[in-house]
């Protein structure tokens, strides 16, 4: 089961859906690792508290740059609560499998910047 995760990984890796950068959005927001480098920013446009466009661009590890694709696949037509509500645990279960803490950081980068845009977003007036 582990190398079907690590194919899908690096499927994500070496094929990734929706990177590319928008013109117009509704929301952006960068995550850095400083200690490994790895970078993605996430842009969205919202529509009555839908994500209803998802991208992101980066650069960086197969579990940084894989997880920001299945993140931005997973979150296209959630609702702002639904995104919000995601954890570290819903990462790992879209991973597929175990993480040490330094990939784990990996692996969180994409949901910390698509949550921080999110956040950033709703407060707006």
């Not at 509704?26 to 850095?32: C, I, L």
């Amino acid at each position: 089961m582990l190398n079907l995760y690590q194919e899908i990984l690096m499927d994500h890796y070496r094929n990734p859906r929706n990177k590319r950068l928008l013109d117009q959005y509704d929301f952006s927001a960068e995550q850095r690792n400083s200690s490994c480098g790895d970078e993605v920013v996430f842009m969205g446009i919202m529509r009555n508290g839908m994500l209803t466009e998802v991208v992101f661009d980066g650069k960086g590890c197969v579990i940084s740059q894989a997880t920001a694709s299945l993140l931005s696949e997973y979150a296209k037509n959630k609702s702002i609560d639904e995104i919000l509500a995601l954890d570290k645990d819903h990462i790992i279960a879209m991973i597929g499998m175990p993480l040490g803490p330094v990939r784990l950081q990996c692996g969180l980068l994409p949901l910390m910047a698509l949550q921080k845009g999110i956040m950033e977003y709703r407060a707006k007036p």
